[in-house]
């Protein structure tokens, strides 16, 4: 199944508690909590671009299965990471965070773990 298309951010929990354990300014969490997202993702083999916009912030990052890539983080901070797929699944670890995005029909479900702070996005294709 292909990752590819673009996405609307329909629902998220433990938003402003993420934010604040991430280092983000109360302003930009006032600021982002009630905009919705829309991620485009193009899925080529095990290569991936995935563009994030969100109000008038863009965010792409571009990397291949199983490789070290540089991704940039919600903060704006660019990491080395590897990103790892398992079916309809793909795992980063960035900065002591896990992120898992599963792709369910037309559904992508985005979990971030930050110690015991569970963030959780779903997005439908739109």
Same mark, same amino acid.
Not at 75 to 99: Q, Y
């Given at each position: 199944?292909?990752?590819? /298309?673009?996405?609307?951010? %329909?629902?998220?929990?433990?938003? %402003?508690?993420?934010?604040?354990?991430?280092?983000?300014?109360? %302003?930009?969490?006032?600021?982002?909590?009630?905009?919705?997202?829309?991620? %485009?993702?193009?899925?080529?083999?095990?290569?991936?671009?995935?563009?994030?916009?969100?109000? !008038?912030?863009?965010?792409?990052?571009?990397?291949?299965? /199983?490789?070290?890539?540089?991704?940039?983080?919600?903060?704006?901070?660019?990491?080395?990471?590897?990103?790892?797929?398992? /079916?309809?699944?793909?795992?980063?670890?960035?900065?002591?965070?896990?992120?898992?995005?599963?792709?369910?029909?037309? !559904?992508?479900?985005?979990?971030?773990?930050?110690?015991?702070?569970?963030?959780?996005?779903?997005?439908?294709?739109?």
């Amino acid at each position: 199944m292909s990752f590819s /298309g673009k996405y609307q951010l %329909e629902s998220q929990e433990n938003f %402003e508690p993420f934010m604040k354990a991430i280092g983000l300014p109360d %302003e930009l969490i006032q600021k982002g909590k009630d905009v919705k997202s829309v991620s %485009e993702i193009e899925e080529n083999g095990d290569n991936f671009k995935v563009t994030v916009t969100t109000g !008038t912030k863009v965010l792409v990052n571009s990397f291949t299965i /199983g490789q070290e890539a540089e991704l940039e983080t919600i903060t704006g901070e660019k990491v080395k990471a590897v990103v790892r797929r398992e /079916g309809n699944t793909l795992k980063v670890s960035l900065k002591g965070i896990e992120s898992v995005t599963q792709l369910e029909g037309d !559904t992508i479900v985005n979990t971030m773990t930050l110690g015991d702070i569970v963030y959780k996005r779903t997005s439908k294709r739109v």
